[in-house]
Structures are given as structure tokens and as C-alpha cells.
């Protein structure tokens, strides 16, 4: 009789926990990371009766979690680029629409404000057409501030996010490392433990890539982004963030052994990753190409509007305030000992990146071009100047090996561009030179054009406010030469040089020398000997538009992203240096939209996958529920039957 008793009580207690384990699967089925456990069954060892082997009933083996791992690793792969992707596009939607928008963006206010050049030049007397040029150049000026002022504070944004991100990635790494502990040292299979456990990962997977490796005593090593260990049995590493070299921008320090590592780069996947690459792909270059245009707008107007006078017969000054070459274009490091001086050489030559500039020892520096990658090796015993980059560099002091200075020739740019006139009056709407013919020429065809202004800073123009030094007048000695003429005193002009020759049509006055007077003025068809052309100050040439209409073409001109040091000139014009990078935002936010939307249809399907595995199904649970009733049911009546049997016997003895 002990056998059958011993068999149905082990069938009762095994159905028990199996009934139990049901009941506990469906009370967590919306219970986020939970896995489906199952009684796993055995039969217990049989005894041998005579010849014979009876079996001694059942017994539970192990209570299983209905996981697998491929299914698992292959969620946390997808869930962290979903999280990367969905952090990227969000961001790069935002400021492409911000760039490309027609209220906010930079293409309106390029427009007005070559617009408004025009109508000065169709009517240069116009006060009011002037002062509207002032309004639309101050509006100008307010957009790119606008702009810049929008990136500056999605990059305090970006910077935030980050650091609490890192904070997340500490404090759930922190969690994991204990549960190693308690799943280490917890007897058997401490399901509840593992759920928890790999939902930590899951949610660790959203921050950041990450690879895990189990170890022979169930504690799990997670390794994120590139191979950097984050946990290790019972040991978390701690991730800080601190600001970068460029002193905007937060780097990600790594604490494991040792002193702090740089891992900004190596971390990759989930939001971090997504944070990363936005801001290197994206942010940065986009606030450089902004700085860019600004540069190009500040360097073309300002150099062609001090090439013309303004209405009261003063040369133009500067237009908007001058290109800065100091604070926030060069960044040092704390304690740096070498300095660096930097100057604009060509804006023309000048890219949208930044720079990385590391003394490397001797008189030797690196310089590399931080969007492609380009090395430059410069030598201070010779001057570091890079003419293809528009830009030079002064490098002194006594810099320790390893010094690094981060340059950004156009980062700051937009924030610092203002507007340099504040009068109508001071718009250099006219050119400072006026030539003429002698009405006694007897010439049929000869003629001399009307100018124009190369180098304003010549003494010609600098000697006597107001006024040419010298005045010039051009007499033709024969058919094929000339003589130059000091005109100052028209009586009795003084001669400067003779016998230079005439070739119709192409020759070119001043050529640059001796007679260089920085402005050029071309003689076209057949003087007569005898005749002459004078070139003298544009006093009171306020009707002139000259120099308006030379404003007016710098829109439609390439003025920016040459490459001298290939013999490429400008390629692209300032308005299509703007939509280039409107373009490229917004191809990258497409990409990165249709990436982000097939990456959520494989998590969907991996979790379902997952899902089909260890989620928990309640309609077969409800049947697991009656056929695991039914078997206590019938356990209880095997354990019944036994006692029947047992009185009976009893019986049997008493009569």
C-alpha cells in the first residue's frame, strides 16, 4: 500500500507546483519581461520487486523558463537600432525642417536681401530704397543669429540627453552586476531573477549596443557599443561624460581599470549611438555649413561694397562687421603652452569642417581635416600656411607633445556676424572712379569703359579722401601707343610713362606695376593719335549704380568651396552653398526615416518571434489550468484508492 500512496502523493504535489506554476504564468502575462515557466516532469527511480521493475511515481525536474537566447540576442540587436535610428531621425527631422522652412529658414533672407540691392540700383538716390537695403541686411543678420541660436540650444539639448542617458546606462549596469550576485549564489533556476535580469538588458539595449556572454556560473558579462565591458560578474564599470576639447560638446569617459578612456567613438547602437552620430553627422556639420555662408555673405559684400562710394562721396566701408579670428574659432586645451594664432587667408578656399591640430613634437604638427580625415604635416620652421583650407595658422610657444587645439574656421561665424552701417547714406551704391573721352578725340571707335575697383586699400585711393592720386589722363602718341599723364593739373599734366603699347581691344590699364592704381579700365577700337581718356574721382556721381549692380551679381556668382590647391575655383554660389545643406540634412533625415521604419518592422517581428516562445498564451494556459485540475484530481483519488485498499486490508485482519 506504501507504494501506491507514495506514488499518488508524489503525482499530487507535482500537479500542485504545476498548477501552481500555471497560476503564477497567468498573473504575469501583462507583466513586461516575463517568460512562460513550465514544470518539467520525470518519472522517479523505479524498484525492483523480484524480477520485476514497478515504477515509484513522479517527480518535478526543474521548473523551466521558456526562453531562447538567439531569439533574445536578436531583440536587444533590434530594439538598440530602433532606439538609434528613432533618436537620429527625431532630431535631424526637427532641424531639417527648421533649415528648410520657408519662414525660419536662411533662402528668404538671402533673397530679400539681394532683392533689395537691386531696387538701390535701380534707383541709387532712393533714401528709402536704402534704408530698406539696411532693414533686409539687419534681418539677415537676425536669421542666421536665429539659426545659430536654435542649433546652440538643440546641441545644450543633445548634451543633456546624453548625459542622463549615461547616468541610465550606470545605474542599470549597477543592477545587473547585483543580480549576478544573487542569481550566482540563489540554488537551482531563479527564473523570476533571470526575467529581471534580461529586461535590465533590454532596457540597456535602448541606451546603448551591447553584447553579453554568459558564464559557467549563470552571471552574464555585457560588453556595449565597440568591446567596452560594462559589466563583469559582480563589477560595473562607470561611464562619465565632461566637455570636450571644442568646448561645446560632451565627451563619454569609460572608468573600468585605470585612468578614464575617451569612448565617445566606440559607443555605438540605442539612444546614445543615435545621440552620437546625429550630432557628428548632422548638427556639427550643419552649424559649420551655416558659419559658412555666413562668412561667404560677410567676405563678398564687404569686399565689393568698399570698392564703391556711398552718397556723400566716401568710399564704402565695411558692410557687416568683419570675419573674427579669435575666441570660439580657436579651442585649447586646458594648461595648452604653445599658442596658436589663426587668420583668414581665402574664404573662398574654406570647408564646413573642423580641424584637430596636435603637436607631435620638434617643430612638427598634425593637422587633420576632421570630415575626411586628411592629414596636413606641417613643420614650423617654415610658414604653416594652408592655402587649399583658407586659412593660417601661427604656431608658437613651447606646446608639450600630444597638445591638441581643435580649429573651427566657421562654427562661430553666424552668431558673430552683425551689420557694420546704420545709415541709408553709407551704402556704397556708386564706383569711385569716372572715366571719360575728350570731345576733340577724332577717333572714330575709340572708347574706354567705365571701370572698375580691384583693391581699395591702394594709395590711389587712400592718399586724398575724396579724391584719385593721381587723377589720370591717356593720350594716344600713334595709332598703336600711348602716354600716361599725371592729370592733377589738367593745364599741365605730368608725364608718368610713354611709349606703352596698344593692341585694340585687349589691352587693360593700369596693368599691375609700376602704374598699378587699383582699378582697371580697358580701351577698346582705333584712337586717333591726339586723343584722350581720363580717369579721375566719381565726385558727386550720385546717380551712379555701379557698384549696386556689382552687389547685385555676387548672388548668382560662385564665391565659396574652391579648392586652390587642385586650380579649382569657386564652385558654388551662397544661396547654393545654403541648399546644400538643406539637401543634405534632409537626404540624411529620409534615410534615416526609412532605416528607422524597416528597422521597427524587424523588432516587431523578433518580438513576435520571441514572443511565440516565451510569452505567455491564456487561452492554452486556461487549458494547462483544467488538464492539470483534472490530473490533481485523479492524484487525489490514486492517494483515495490507496486508502480504500489499506481499510479493506485492515478489515480483512480484524475478522
Excluded at 610 to 638: C, H, I, K
Amino acid at each position: 500500500m506504501a507504494g501506491i500512496l507514495n506514488i499518488g502523493v508524489s503525482a499530487l504535489l507535482s500537479f500542485q507546483r504545476s498548477l501552481t506554476t500555471t497560476g503564477h504564468n497567468i498573473a504575469n502575462a501583462e507583466t513586461e519581461g516575463y517568460n512562460r515557466q513550465r514544470v518539467d516532469l520525470a518519472t522517479r527511480e523505479p524498484q525492483k520487486l523480484g524480477s520485476d521493475w514497478v515504477g515509484s511515481g513522479v517527480k518535478i525536474t526543474q521548473i523551466e523558463r521558456q526562453y531562447d537566447q538567439f531569439l533574445a540576442s536578436s531583440v536587444r540587436t533590434s530594439l538598440s537600432s530602433t532606439a538609434e535610428l528613432e533618436t537620429y531621425f527625431t532630431r535631424a527631422s526637427r532641424l531639417d525642417n527648421l533649415l528648410a522652412d520657408s519662414d525660419t529658414g536662411l533662402d528668404p533672407a538671402i533673397q530679400d536681401l539681394f532683392t533689395a540691392v537691386q531696387t538701390v540700383a535701380d534707383d541709387p538716390t532712393s533714401i528709402a530704397a536704402r534704408e530698406v537695403l539696411l532693414v533686409e541686411s539687419g534681418s539677415l543678420v537676425d536669421r542666421f543669429h536665429d539659426l545659430n541660436r536654435q542649433i546652440d540650444e538643440a546641441r545644450r539639448q543633445l548634451n543633456n540627453e546624453l548625459s542622463s542617458s549615461i547616468d541610465e546606462i550606470n545605474s542599470i549596469s549597477q543592477n545587473i552586476a547585483a543580480l549576478n550576485v544573487q542569481i550566482v549564489t540563489e540554488p537551482g533556476n531563479p527564473n523570476d531573477l533571470l526575467d529581471k535580469r534580461d529586461q535590465l538588458l533590454n532596457d540597456l539595449s535602448e541606451f546603448v549596443g551591447i553584447n553579453t556572454v554568459e558564464q559557467a556560473d549563470g552571471a552574464i558579462n555585457v560588453f556595449a557599443g565597440k568591446g567596452q565591458a560594462l559589466v563583469v560578474g559582480a563589477t560595473s564599470a562607470t561611464l562619465s561624460t565632461a566637455v570636450a576639447t571644442d568646448g561645446e560638446n560632451l565627451d563619454i569617459l569609460y572608468s573600468g581599470q585605470g585612468a578614464a578612456q575617451n569612448i565617445t567613438d566606440f559607443m555605438t547602437g540605442g539612444q546614445v549611438g543615435g545621440l552620437v552620430s546625429f550630432r557628428s553627422e548632422i548638427l556639427d556639420a550643419s552649424q559649420n555649413k551655416l558659419g559658412l555662408v555666413a562668412l561667404g555673405i560677410i567676405d563678398e559684400m564687404n569686399t565689393q561694397h568698399q570698392r564703391g562710394m556711398d552718397l556723400d562721396g566716401n568710399l564704402g566701408g565695411l558692410m557687416f562687421n568683419a570675419p573674427v579670428t579669435s575666441q570660439g574659432v580657436v579651442v585649447q586645451e586646458s594648461g595648452a603652452t604653445g599658442t596658436v594664432a589663426f587668420s583668414y587667408s581665402d574664404i573662398t578656399d574654406l570647408t564646413a569642417s573642423n580641424y584637430r591640430l596636435v603637436f607631435t613634437g620638434g617643430t612638427n604638427y598634425t593637422l587633420t581635416r576632421l570630415s575626411d580625415d586628411t592629414v596636413f604635416n606641417l613643420d614650423t620652421a617654415t610658414p604653416a600656411t594652408l592655402t587649399n583650407d583658407g586659412f593660417t595658422l601661427a604656431l608658437g610657444g613651447a606646446p608639450a607633445a600630444g597638445e591638441t587645439t581643435i580649429i573651427r574656421p566657421t562654427r562661430v561665424a553666424a552668431n558673430n556676424m552683425g551689420l557694420n552701417i546704420t545709415d541709408g547714406r553709407q551704402v556704397a551704391a556708386a564706383a569711385p572712379i569716372v572715366t571719360g573721352a575728350s570731345v576733340n578725340n577724332t577717333g572714330t571707335t575709340g572708347a574706354i569703359s567705365a571701370g572698375s575697383v580691384v583693391d581699395i586699400t591702394n594709395a590711389s585711393f587712400t592718399t586724398t579722401a575724396g579724391a584719385l592720386t593721381p587723377p589720370i589722363m591717356i593720350r594716344f602718341t600713334a595709332a598703336n601707343t600711348y602716354s600716361v599723364y599725371d592729370n592733377t593739373n589738367p593745364g599741365a599734366p605730368v608725364l608718368l610713362e610713354a611709349g606703352i603699347a596698344y593692341t585694340a581691344g585687349a589691352e587693360v590699364f593700369p596693368t599691375p606695376g609700376p602704374l598699378d592704381y587699383g582699378y582697371r579700365v580697358q580701351i577698346t577700337g582705333a584712337p586717333a593719335t591726339g586723343d584722350e581718356f581720363t580717369i579721375g574721382y566719381n565726385t558727386g556721381g550720385v546717380g551712379d549704380n555701379r557698384n549696386a549692380l556689382a552687389l547685385g551679381q555676387i548672388q548668382t556668382t560662385n564665391v565659396l568651396q574652391a579648392d586652390s590647391a587642385n586650380s579649382l575655383a569657386a564652385t558654388t554660389t551662397l544661396q547654393g552653398t545654403y541648399a546644400q545643406l538643406i539637401a543634405d540634412v534632409g537626404i540624411k533625415t529620409s534615410v534615416a526615416e526609412n532605416n528607422h521604419a524597416a528597422q521597427k518592422t524587424l523588432l516587431d517581428f523578433n518580438q513576435e518571434s520571441f514572443s511565440s516562445v516565451s510569452g505567455v498564451n491564456l487561452d492554452e494556459e486556461a487549458a494547462n489550468l483544467v488538464r492539470f485540475q483534472q490530473a490533481y484530481q485523479a492524484a487525489a483519488q490514486v492517494i483515495s484508492v490507496s486508502n480504500t485498499l489499506f481499510d479493506s486490508l485492515l478489515g480483512a485482519v480484524r475478522r
